[in-house]
C-alpha cells in the first residue's frame, strides 16, 4: 500500500501532530509514504521525507519546499504554466488532529474530491468534536457515559470538585478541575474563551480508565471484521496531575499489561456501539472509564497520536485492511429529468 | 449586502437546487448578488444573472461559461497564466441541497477557506443529515421525536403501517410507506440501496404538521435574537399521497393561515433548543409535527427550499441581518513553543 500523511492543520494541535507524523513514518518503514503537511495558513506543502524533523517546521524552512493543492482525486504539484503533477499514494492518512482534521473540515474535502482516505468521516467527527454530541450519541447507541451539564450561570452544577471542559476544541486545552467556586468561575471564564458552550462533569478520583483503538475492514467478507488493539489501562487518576495527563500530548510507547478477558469483551462490545457506521474508514481510540464495575465512555479520540501505532500487534497490517477496504461514495447520476419534464410541459 | 449564490452539487438534489436558486434570484431582486454553480462532476461555474435558467444548465451549456476555484476568502476565476481574480460578494449563501451541501462538505471548505457564509455548519449538517444522529440530538435537547427503530432483518419492528426511510439522503428519496409485509421487504430493500442504516416509524395516520423556520442573529445585540418566519401548518397527511409529497420537492408560494399564538409559542421554543449552537450562522426550517396535543420533531431542513423566503415577513431583511451576524473561525496562533522546548533540551 502507499500512503499520502497529511498532518499540521490551523490547530491548537499543529506541533502533536507534526510529531505525530514524524512518529508514523518510523512505524511505516516499510511502505511507500509521501508527507503533506498543512501549515498554520491552510497552504499544503509537499515535504520531502528527509525533511521530516520538527525544526524543519518550526523554522519556517518548509516554506522554501513544494507547494501543492488539494484536487479531483489528491494532491497536485502546480507548475508555472498551471501544468499539475499529481503527487503518488494511493491512500491519504489524515493525521490533522484537532481543529481542520478532527472538526470535518478536511474529511469533508477529502470526500469532495474523491479521495481514498483513513480519516473519520464529516459525520463521525461532529460526533467526537463536540463533547455534548458525544454525550447524546452515546447514551443514543446504549453506551453509558459520566453524569453531564452544560453550564449555566456561575454556580457549579454538582458538588465539587467537578472538571469543566469547553465543548467544542477536540483536545484537552481549556479542560481544568475545580475543587473551590474560585477555581470554578476562574476555570469557567477559561474554557468560555474556547467555546460559549462549556460542559461540567463530577470529578470522580481514583477512576480506572482504559483505552481501545480499532477499526471495522471490508476487505475479505462482506459483512466485514472488526481489528482491535489491545486494551491499554490508564494509570489511575490523581487528583493533581490531571491537568498535567490531558496536556501530555505525546503518547509514548506503552508496556501494556494484558487485563480481565472479560473487561476486554465488553470494551470491546461499547467499542463497536460507537464506532458503528459513523466512524466507517477510520481508526479511532475510545477511552473508557470502569466506575463499580460500568463501563463509561469517556471520550472518543477520531485521530489518536501516531494513530495509537503503539497498541496494535500488526500496525501496518491493520492499517492496510483498513486502506484496502475504503469505497468512494456512491457517483450519483444526474439527467436533469425533472427540469426536462417541466421543459417539455412548458413547450405544449 | 453583496451575495455569491452556490447551488447545484454532486446530489439527488442537483435539480431542486437550480429551481431554489432562480427563485432566490427574484426574491434577492435589490441586492447584488452573483452566482456559482457546483455541476455533478463537482467543478464551480460562475453564472452570469442572465443565464439563470433551468434549460441552461439541462442543456450543458454553462460549461462554455467560466470555471472558478474555492480558495481562501472567495471564489476564484483563474487566467491562462495562473493570475487569479476574485468573484466579488461578501457573503456566500449555500443552496446545495442534499450531499455535498447539507452533508458537511462544502460547508467544511468554506470554513476551511474562511469565506462568510449563511449555511448550517459541518456539525449541524451531521445532525440534520443522519436521521438516527437527529434522533439522538432531538432527544438530547429535550424535543420530542416519533417513536423509531432501526431496521433489523425482514420484519417490521412496528404494527404496520409504517415508513421507511434512509438513514443518511438529506432528502426524501427512498423513502416509503408499508402496509404489508410484502411492500415491508420491497421498501427496505429499496431504503438500503442508499443507505445500510435505515430507520422505520409508526406511520400516524392524519397527524397535524407544523413548519417553521428561522435563525439566530447577534448583529445587534451580544445576547443576540431570534428571527422567525411565520408558522406553515401543512396539510393533513394522506396515507395515498405520502410518497407524493416527499417527491414533491417544488417549493410553492404558500398562503399561511395564522396558527393559535400558543401553539406557535411552543413551535418556537422547540426550534430553538434544535437551533441551540449547532446552527449557527444558518437559516433552516424545522418540521414538527403534533399529536394528541404534543409538539414532535419530524425533520430538519437545514437549507430549506429556495431558505423558506415565502414564509418571511421580510424574507431580504432577515436575511441581511444573518448575513451581518456572521463570524468566521478565530485565527490560532502557531508559535512552536512546545517543539523548541523539546529543541532546547535536547541541546541541553
Not at 519556517?60 to 508555472?80: D, I, N, S, T, W
Request: aromatic share 12%.
Amino acid at each position: 500500500m502507499s500512503y499520502i500523511i497529511l498532518f499540521g492543520g490551523s490547530s491548537f494541535e499543529h506541533e502533536i501532530s507534526i510529531v505525530s507524523a514524524i512518529t508514523l513514518k518510523e512505524k511505516l518503514a516499510g511502505e511507500r509514504v509521501e508527507f503533506i503537511f498543512l501549515d498554520k495558513d491552510r497552504e499544503f506543502y509537499q515535504i520531502s521525507p528527509d525533511q521530516m524533523k520538527s525544526r524543519y517546521f518550526a523554522s519556517g524552512a518548509y516554506k522554501k519546499g513544494r507547494r501543492v493543492e488539494m484536487g479531483r482525486g489528491g494532491f497536485y504539484q502546480v507548475g508555472f504554466l498551471g501544468n499539475k503533477k499529481k503527487v503518488p499514494g494511493k491512500v491519504v492518512i489524515n493525521l490533522i488532529h484537532g481543529r481542520d482534521g478532527e472538526d470535518g473540515k478536511i474529511p469533508g474535502m477529502l470526500s469532495f474530491y474523491r479521495i481514498k482516505a483513513i480519516t473519520p468521516p464529516v459525520e463521525g467527527c461532529a460526533i467526537s468534536y463536540n463533547k455534548v454530541l458525544t454525550k447524546y450519541y452515546a447514551s443514543g447507541v446504549g453506551v453509558k457515559v459520566v453524569d453531564w451539564k452544560i453550564a449555566q450561570g456561575e454556580e457549579p452544577p454538582f458538588p465539587l470538585p467537578v472538571i469543566i471542559k469547553p465543548a467544542r476544541l477536540g483536545s484537552s486545552i481549556g479542560v481544568s478541575v475545580a475543587k473551590t467556586p474560585e477555581e470554578y468561575r476562574y476555570g469557567l471564564d477559561v474554557a468560555r474563551e474556547f467555546d460559549p458552550l462549556v460542559i461540567v462533569e463530577p470529578f470522580i478520583e481514583g477512576v480506572e480508565e482504559f483505552n481501545l483503538a480499532g477499526c471495522w475492514v471490508n476487505d475479505q467478507k462482506e459483512e466485514g471484521e472488526w481489528l482491535f488493539s489491545r486494551v491499554e489501562p490508564v494509570k489511575k487518576r490523581e487528583f493533581l496531575d490531571y491537568n498535567q495527563k490531558y496536556l501530555d500530548f505525546s503518547r509514548r510507547e506503552t508496556q501494556v499489561a494484558p487485563v480481565d478477558p472479560q473487561l476486554e469483551t465488553r470494551l470491546k462490545e461499547a467499542f463497536k456501539k460507537i464506532y458503528g457506521t459513523s466512524f466507517r474508514g477510520a481508526l479511532i481510540r475510545c477511552d473508557f472509564f470502569r466506575i463499580n464495575g460500568e463501563i463509561y465512555l469517556n471520550e472518543i479520540n477520531p485521530i489518536p497520536g501516531s494513530l495509537a501505532n503503539y497498541l496494535f500487534e500488526d500496525f501496518p497490517g491493520t492499517l492496510r485492511r483498513l486502506a484496502q477496504s475504503l469505497q468512494l461514495e456512491r457517483e450519483i447520476e444526474i439527467d436533469y429529468r425533472y427540469i426536462n419534464q417541466i421543459q417539455q410541459a412548458k413547450g405544449k
